[in-house]
């Protein structure tokens, strides 16, 4: 909503967080209550209640039409099948940006047909001129604009013919566009005429170009980033005001047996949505043989699910790289937490702006598993030279390393929406923000990541490289594929601080790629794109051997190889051309 002080030249944008019998308690955009006095003019620019019309909140099949003199009579006895899905508008989000603005004030003026600036525009108007090259209809007027190719629309605004023919016409600036220091092609105006019984108001409209200027003046905008406990607006941040699905949730009960016709039906039914004493509908709570399905725990700030549990309470978990705009990995049996994938591929991606620091306009997306550190260091780097999958790597030179370095979070809870609302401000607290990589102690994982070395002499890299989780080493075994060798292992994370060092023990060059994390029972899948066009060039399967895409010069799939422990194969190709 758009709130206008009528001591105040310009309107403030609020947000309307609880509405209660007469009282509609607003929140500002730097997440303080909004409660002056005074008198306002209001103006709705997004309601919150609106229909979804493609949402649906259940479904119901019947074998009987439950339309009976124009009202809904549904016979439970009938029902073949019933569904229904709850939605929620309570999210987290990867990161909170609090804006705060100083108050500023408006400057508008009008351009005159001249070009020339004005607080007014004093128009004559005389429909049966022939000076103003105009063409006149019974209530309104085109007039060409001088050196334009475009017309004014002078028409009378209660769409009345005009009652004179002759008219001094006073246009002035609308207040809309000075309450909200916006451009305009409209102005509003009286007319005097010679006839004292003729009194009409009238618009002003242009078809090329703004006849409104709005300036603002000592406006000063500030974003800034917090991870907690500071005051922040939820419905700027996506924390309230999305409606997502929540949870499907379907019957549980036995079907009817008899003959063909009769058999089949559920033997109970009740129905999921009821409507409470204040006519409301809201879900039922007496009900017995609904269960729930898929339940959606955490979402990210582009909306995306993160975490989902299924009825059996086993989480399924999302890792979204290129600023959130790409799925990396995804896994069943984990919490989104208990996963990290590092193809290296989006370390200068115009999204994360990994390399650069948080300006005051800009909160970059974290990252969800990442290098600690600065990567520009030598002798570390992101390499283009060789890659596993993809396009990079990362090199590491001589008695070098890297690391990830991260702490073990506890699950954390927040409390209920409504009650946060109470206050008429909204406090940040940290379950509101999706936290990254963090393994839970005393819990087995297993990694995964791939070495590469260019002496093609070596059977085996194990005494150039080294991986340390912990102060556990470990190193390469198995074949050499394409000059690529695996290091993995499992692990029992202990203590509150994770540390993962990739190591060069040798003096010659080596490279890392395909750095992933995962419970030890849990399935993984991770996906490579590349930051050129995107696309999805390799895709990594639970022991982390890649199937790789290659596509031709249209964009169009050509080739999909599949690594295997013999080597890399071809498993399928295509051509296609079109008729010249």
């Given at each position: 909503?758009?709130?206008?002080n009528s ?5 403030t ?10 009282k ?5 955009a ?9 008198t306002y003019?209001?103006?709705t ?5 609106k ?21 809904l ?9 019933a ?8 999210w ?11 108050a ?7 351009i005159?047909?001249?070009?020339k ?7 004559p108007?005389?429909?049966k ?6 063409v006149?209809?019974?209530?309104y ?28 016409i006073?246009f ?11 451009n ?9 005429s010679?006839n ?6 009238f618009?002003?409209t242009t078809?090329?170009m703004?006849?409104v200027?709005?300036?603002?003046s ?26 997502r699905?929540k949870?499907?949730h379907f019957i549980?009960t036995k079907?009817?047996?008899g003959?063909?016709?009769?058999a ?5 039914f009740?129905?999921?949505?009821v409507?409470?004493i204040?006519?409301?509908?809201i ?7 609904w269960?729930?399905g898929?339940q959606?725990?955490?979402?990210n ?18 890792v979204?790289?290129?600023g959130?705009n ?5 896994a069943?049996?984990a919490?989104m937490?208990?996963?990290a994938f ?12 990994r ?7 800009e909160c970059?997306?974290p990252n969800?598993f990442?290098?600690?550190?600065s990567?520009d260091?030598?002798p570390v ?10 396009n990079?790597s ?6 070098g ?16 929406r409504?009650?946060r609302?109470n ?7 940290t379950?509101d ?11 087995e994982?297993?990694?995964?990541a791939?070495?590469f070395?260019?002496n ?6 194990s ?20 000059g690529?060798?695996?290091i993995s292992g ?6 509150s601080?994770?540390?993962m ?8 060059d ?7 994390i ?7 899948e991770a ?5 050129d066009?995107y696309?999805?060039v ?5 022991q ?14 050509e ?14 190709e ?7």
């Amino acid at each position: 909503m758009i709130f206008k002080n009528s001591s105040v030249s310009i309107a403030t944008t609020v947000w309307v967080s609880k509405v209660a019998n007469t009282k509609v308690q607003l929140i500002k955009a730097d997440g303080q209550a909004y409660n002056e006095n005074g008198t306002y003019t209001i103006f709705t620019k997004k309601s919150g209640r609106k229909n979804q019309l493609s949402s649906s909140i259940g479904n119901i099949v019947t074998v009987e039409n439950p339309i009976s003199s124009s009202q809904l009579t549904l016979n439970p006895g009938s029902v073949l099948q019933a569904g229904a899905v709850t939605y929620s508008d309570y999210w987290q989000t990867n990161l909170a940006a609090i804006r705060t603005e100083s108050a500023r004030t408006c400057d508008c003026f009008v351009i005159n047909p001249e070009g020339k600036k004005s607080k007014n525009l004093r128009f004559p108007l005389d429909i049966k001129s022939k000076k103003l090259n105009s063409v006149s209809y019974p209530n309104y007027v085109i007039i060409p604009v001088p050196g334009q190719s475009c017309n004014y629309t002078i028409s009378t605004a209660d769409g009345l013919p005009f009652c004179d023919s002759s008219f001094t016409i006073e246009f002035e600036i609308p207040d809309e566009n000075i309450n909200n220091c916006e451009n305009g092609r409209t102005l509003r105006g009286k007319g005097n005429s010679r006839n004292r019984n003729c009194s009409q108001e009238f618009i002003l409209t242009t078809d090329c170009m703004d006849i409104v200027i709005c300036e603002a003046s000592n406006a000063n905008i500030n974003i800034t980033c917090n991870s907690g406990g500071v005051l922040v607006n939820p419905f700027l941040n996506g924390i309230i005001g999305n409606y997502r699905t929540k949870a499907s949730h379907f019957i549980n009960t036995k079907r009817t047996e008899g003959p063909i016709n009769e058999a089949g039906l559920l033997d109970h039914f009740e129905p999921f949505w009821v409507h409470s004493i204040d006519g409301k509908l809201i879900e039922n709570p007496s009900k017995t043989i609904w269960q729930r399905g898929n339940q959606i725990e955490k979402v990210n700030s582009k909306g995306d699910a993160i975490e989902v549990m299924n009825p059996l309470q086993i989480p399924s978990s999302f890792v979204y790289q290129f600023g959130n705009n790409l799925l990396a990995a995804s896994a069943v049996n984990a919490k989104m937490t208990d996963i990290a994938f590092d193809g290296f591929e989006d370390y200068t991606s115009e999204f994360t702006s990994r390399y650069y620091p948080v300006r005051s306009r800009e909160c970059v997306i974290p990252n969800h598993f990442v290098l600690d550190g600065s990567t520009d260091i030598d002798p570390v780097q992101i390499d283009t030279e060789v890659s596993h999958s993809g396009n990079k790597s990362i090199r590491i030179g001589s008695r070098g390393q890297v690391q990830y370095r991260y702490n073990t979070l506890n699950e954390r809870t927040r409390n209920e929406r409504n009650t946060r609302l109470n206050t008429g401000r909204f406090t940040l607290e940290t379950a509101d923000i999706n936290i990254s990589f963090s393994p839970e102690a005393d819990k087995e994982y297993y990694f995964s990541a791939w070495v590469f070395c260019k002496n093609g002499n070596l059977s085996t890299y194990s005494n150039l490289s080294e991986i340390n989780i912990n102060g556990e080493a470990f190193h390469s075994d198995g074949p050499i594929i394409d000059g690529w060798q695996q290091i993995s292992g499992s692990f029992i994370h202990r203590g509150s601080s994770f540390l993962m060092q990739l190591k060069n023990i040798s003096t010659q060059d080596i490279w890392f790629d395909d750095v992933r994390i995962q419970p030890f029972k849990s399935n993984m899948e991770a996906y490579i794109y590349t930051n050129d066009y995107y696309r999805l060039v390799a895709k990594m399967d639970e022991q982390n051997y890649a199937s790789f895409y290659e596509y031709d010069a249209e964009g169009k799939l050509e080739r999909t190889k599949k690594e295997t422990e013999l080597g890399v194969y071809t498993i399928q190709e295509i051509r296609m051309e079109l008729p010249k």
